[in-house]
């Protein structure tokens, strides 16, 4: 825990510095120290202090108080603690009028500042949970809530930033894990939809009947069972979005109805008669490459084309492996702190092991993996060998060869490389390995348009 | 060759030599051996608070540390403080090779009570096994009972043991061997 609590100690006296920053380090805090306020304020922008002890005099330059709302305007949440030598009412009432949580006067007991430490830590800390299971309640995520440093992932945020406003359909792909859902709830309550209801649809898990009622919901008498009306997933988004998961499974019959309301925003209920108009924004999530499931027939081109008007593609796991130290402590943190188990952080051996992970899964299956070690670990600290089972359960990908020939294989290989790369030949044939001119004599002779 | 030197500041009872070296055998595979006393540096003195800032001693065994991997223990009659504490019972730099101790308020005279020779002894035996965990890495325990936790207050110093809790004990005997040796 008190790793994550970084500390500041602000003052002109270096033996003040010094001493106070050594005292607390021997609490295990990670301590920083400042001689001037201007100092400070550059230090608070590069890390986030949860406690800041600044010295109320300080001659030349910015004094406690000015340093105190400097740090404030760049890190609001930082608990400031002023430090005098002199008990001054009036003093003590500016700052604390000003956002010191604390006032005190030097030198003081240390019982005293131990225990005002650990009260502060203990609010910061029932704070943090707080927020965290608030979100998790309302699952209300928005785009600073997706971890990355990914540029693709960068650009893809920015685009559902662009858009989250806009009534038009967004088709989100990825791999099973990417983080789907969650960027369809960025879009969502990012937008001017956020006080209105996001649905959530998952259509593999249901069959074409129950889904169809599901959807569109059903009247009274509509089949057997149907005792009373109910509103389907589309009446209750009204207003909102529906998040139709899964969508390149959803059968022939259940496309063209999805094909109606995306045109009309009308439908019937299942043995209804009266249209029903409904304002809902459509996000759809699939795994399979719809494109290619339009070409061979297996899902509707008209649909494909209106579902694809906004198209995110989310990288796998392993594109963005610079996004796994990062993910990796936030969910160190998030489960630790929902589990109330006192696991600090990862080691740098253990984030090498998790580095050289391929993660099939994704990010899901990097979630669920810090949780399992979360629960066994030992020592405060995640070790190597708290991820010593994923290495043992690392076996080397095999591929799913069909019996087709070389050549389907070769076409298959160049038409997926140019959709990794969007279409960009340049990129492409140096994944495959070849020149571009050989791409392009292979694209000639496989009759591939990109 | 490391080691771990013990030097008085000022005057120090001959008999604590005795605790620390038995203490000092017992935790840490380090011969102990002893450097000349050093006088109380008089820029440690406040005149304000009576004290003595804690730094400026510290400062001073920093130039006495032969190597790297040796640590010096400074022990001392006077009152430590910093200028953010009223007092201190000692302090060490974390992963550091300097501690030092002050038995000035380990002593049942400072609290008005007559003196008694065994309590001395466990507090400053408890007191320097706590100072030198800190130049070993260890930071405070949250185990009451151990002797890494924080004493704010001789109360607290009283109800320690003088030893590591296993979770300190093991971190230690940790450190000894992956530095072979300190």
Same mark, same amino acid.
């Given at each position: 825990? @008190?790793?994550?609590?970084?500390?500041?100690?602000?003052?002109?006296?270096?033996?003040?510095?010094?001493?106070?920053?050594?005292?607390?380090?021997?609490?295990?805090?990670?301590?920083?120290?400042?001689?001037?306020?201007?100092?400070?304020?550059?230090?608070?922008?590069?890390?986030?202090?949860?406690?800041?002890?600044?010295?109320?005099?300080?001659?030349?330059?910015?004094?406690?108080?000015?340093?105190?709302?400097?740090?404030?305007?760049? /890190?609001?949440?930082?608990?400031?603690?002023?430090?005098?030598?002199?008990?001054?009412?009036?003093?003590?009432?500016?700052?604390?009028?000003?956002?010191?949580?604390?006032?005190?006067?030097?030198?003081?007991?240390?019982?005293?500042?131990?225990?005002?430490?650990?009260?502060?830590?203990?609010?910061?800390?029932?704070?943090?949970?707080?927020?965290?299971?608030?979100?998790?309640?309302?699952?209300?995520?928005?785009?600073?809530?997706?971890?990355?440093?990914?540029?693709?992932?960068?650009?893809?945020?920015?685009?559902?930033?662009?858009?989250?406003?806009?009534?038009?359909?967004?088709?989100?792909?990825?791999?099973?894990?990417?983080?789907?859902?969650?960027?369809?709830?960025?879009?969502?309550?990012?937008?001017?939809?956020?006080?209105?209801?996001?649905?959530?649809?998952?259509?593999?898990?249901?069959?074409?009947?129950?889904?169809?009622?599901?959807?569109?919901?059903?009247?009274?008498?509509?089949?057997?069972?149907?005792?009373?009306?109910? @509103?389907? @997933?589309?009446?209750?988004?009204?207003?909102?979005?529906?998040?139709?998961?899964?969508?390149?499974?959803?059968?022939? *019959?259940?496309?063209?109805?999805?094909?109606?309301?995306?045109?009309?925003? /009308?439908?019937?209920?299942?043995?209804?008669?009266?249209?029903?108009?409904?304002?809902?924004?459509?996000?759809?999530?699939?795994?399979?490459?719809?494109?290619?499931?339009?070409?061979?027939? /297996?899902?509707?081109?008209?649909?494909?084309?209106?579902?694809?008007?906004?198209?995110?593609?989310?990288?796998?796991?392993?594109?963005?492996?610079?996004?796994?130290?990062?993910?990796?402590?936030?969910?160190?943190?998030?489960?630790?702190?929902?589990?109330?188990?006192?696991?600090?952080?990862?080691?740098?051996?253990?984030?090498?092991?998790?580095?050289?992970?391929?993660?099939?899964?994704?990010?899901?299956?990097?979630?669920?993996?810090?949780?399992? !070690?979360?629960?066994?670990?030992?020592?405060?600290?995640?070790?190597?060998?708290?991820?010593?089972?994923?290495?043992?359960?690392?076996?080397?990908?095999?591929?799913?060869?069909?019996?087709?020939?070389?050549?389907?294989?070769?076409?298959? =290989?160049?038409?997926?490389?140019?959709?990794?790369?969007?279409?960009?030949?340049?990129?492409?044939?140096?994944?495959?390995?070849?020149?571009?001119?050989?791409?392009?004599?292979?694209?000639?002779?496989?009759?591939?348009?990109? | 060759?490391?080691?771990?030197?013990?030097?008085?500041?000022?005057?120090?009872?001959?008999?604590?030599?005795?605790?620390?070296?038995? =203490? =000092?055998?017992?935790?840490?595979?380090?011969?102990?051996? /002893?450097?000349?006393?050093?006088?109380?540096?008089?820029? !440690?003195?406040?005149?304000?608070?009576?004290?003595?800032? %804690?730094?400026?001693?510290?400062?001073?065994?920093?130039?006495?540390?032969?190597?790297?991997?040796?640590?010096?223990? #400074?022990?001392?009659?006077?009152?430590?403080?910093?200028?953010?504490? %009223?007092?201190?019972?000692?302090?060490?730099?974390?992963?550091?090779?300097? =501690?030092?101790?002050?038995?000035?308020?380990?002593?049942?005279?400072?609290?008005?009570?007559?003196?008694?020779?065994?309590?001395?002894?466990?507090?400053?035996?408890?007191?320097?096994?706590?100072?030198?965990?800190?130049?070993?890495?260890?930071?405070?325990?949250?185990?009451? *009972?151990?002797?890494? %936790?924080?004493?704010?207050?001789?109360?607290?110093?009283?109800?320690?043991?003088?030893?590591?809790?296993?979770?300190?004990?093991?971190?230690?005997?940790?450190?000894?061997?992956?530095?072979? #040796?300190?």
């Amino acid at each position: 825990m @008190k790793k994550n609590f970084p500390i500041l100690v602000v003052d002109d006296e270096d033996v003040m510095c010094e001493s106070m920053g050594a005292w607390l380090r021997e609490d295990g805090y990670r301590v920083d120290t400042a001689p001037n306020g201007q100092t400070a304020v550059e230090l608070a922008k590069a890390t986030d202090y949860a406690i800041c002890f600044i010295d109320l005099k300080m001659p030349g330059g910015m004094d406690g108080i000015e340093t105190m709302m400097e740090i404030h305007q760049v /890190r609001p949440d930082a608990s400031v603690i002023i430090i005098t030598a002199y008990a001054a009412v009036d003093t003590a009432l500016q700052a604390m009028k000003e956002g010191a949580q604390e006032y005190i006067v030097k030198p003081c007991n240390p019982q005293e500042i131990s225990m005002l430490v650990s009260r502060i830590l203990k609010l910061k800390k029932l704070q943090s949970e707080n927020a965290i299971l608030r979100k998790k309640l309302t699952r209300q995520y928005r785009h600073h809530d997706i971890i990355t440093k990914n540029p693709r992932m960068e650009e893809i945020l920015a685009l559902t930033h662009e858009v989250a406003s806009l009534r038009s359909t967004v088709l989100i792909r990825g791999e099973s894990g990417t983080g789907k859902e969650l960027v369809a709830r960025a879009v969502h309550f990012s937008g001017n939809r956020a006080e209105k209801p996001f649905i959530v649809v998952s259509c593999a898990a249901l069959t074409e009947t129950l889904l169809e009622s599901e959807l569109f919901g059903y009247e009274k008498g509509a089949f057997t069972g149907a005792n009373v009306q109910a @509103k389907g @997933k589309f009446e209750l988004a009204d207003g909102g979005t529906i998040f139709l998961d899964e969508i390149g499974d959803i059968s022939p *019959k259940l496309q063209a109805d999805l094909l109606r309301v995306l045109q009309e925003r /009308r439908f019937y209920r299942v043995g209804g008669t009266n249209e029903i108009e409904v304002d809902v924004r459509i996000i759809a999530a699939t795994n399979k490459n719809l494109s290619q499931e339009a070409q061979q027939g /297996r899902f509707r081109e008209d649909l494909y084309y209106r579902l694809n008007v906004i198209e995110i593609h989310l990288p796998a796991l392993r594109e963005r492996r610079e996004d796994i130290p990062l993910l990796a402590e936030h969910f160190v943190n998030r489960i630790s702190s929902e589990l109330g188990r006192e696991v600090h952080g990862i080691t740098p051996a253990a984030l090498k092991v998790l580095m050289a992970h391929d993660w099939p899964g994704n990010v899901r299956e990097l979630e669920n993996v810090i949780e399992r !070690a979360i629960v066994t670990c030992r020592n405060g600290m995640l070790d190597e060998q708290d991820f010593s089972w994923l290495q043992k359960n690392s076996v080397p990908q095999t591929w799913d060869i069909p019996d087709v020939p070389l050549g389907e294989l070769e076409r298959r =290989a160049i038409v997926a490389a140019l959709e990794r790369k969007h279409g960009n030949v340049k990129e492409a044939s140096a994944a495959l390995g070849i020149d571009r001119s050989t791409l392009y004599d292979k694209l000639k002779r496989y009759e591939i348009s990109h | 060759m490391s080691a771990l030197y013990l030097v008085a500041i000022g005057d120090v009872p001959e008999a604590a030599w005795k605790w620390i070296s038995e =203490a =000092a055998a017992d935790w840490f595979p380090l011969p102990v051996e /002893r450097l000349p006393r050093l006088p109380v540096p008089d820029a !440690a003195y406040d005149a304000k608070r009576g004290q003595y800032q %804690s730094v400026e001693i510290m400062r001073m065994l920093s130039q006495r540390v032969p190597n790297h991997d040796s640590r010096i223990l #400074g022990v001392t009659n006077v009152d430590l403080a910093i200028p953010m504490l %009223s007092f201190l019972f000692g302090q060490a730099q974390l992963n550091g090779p300097v =501690a030092v101790v002050s038995l000035c308020r380990l002593q049942q005279e400072f609290y008005g009570l007559p003196a008694q020779e065994d309590v001395l002894r466990e507090r400053t035996v408890k007191e320097v096994l706590h100072e030198m965990g800190h130049t070993f890495g260890l930071v405070h325990c949250s185990d009451r *009972k151990c002797a890494m %936790s924080l004493a704010t207050h001789i109360e607290l110093v009283d109800a320690k043991s003088e030893e590591y809790c296993s979770r300190c004990g093991l971190q230690l005997a940790q450190r000894f061997t992956a530095d072979g #040796g300190v």
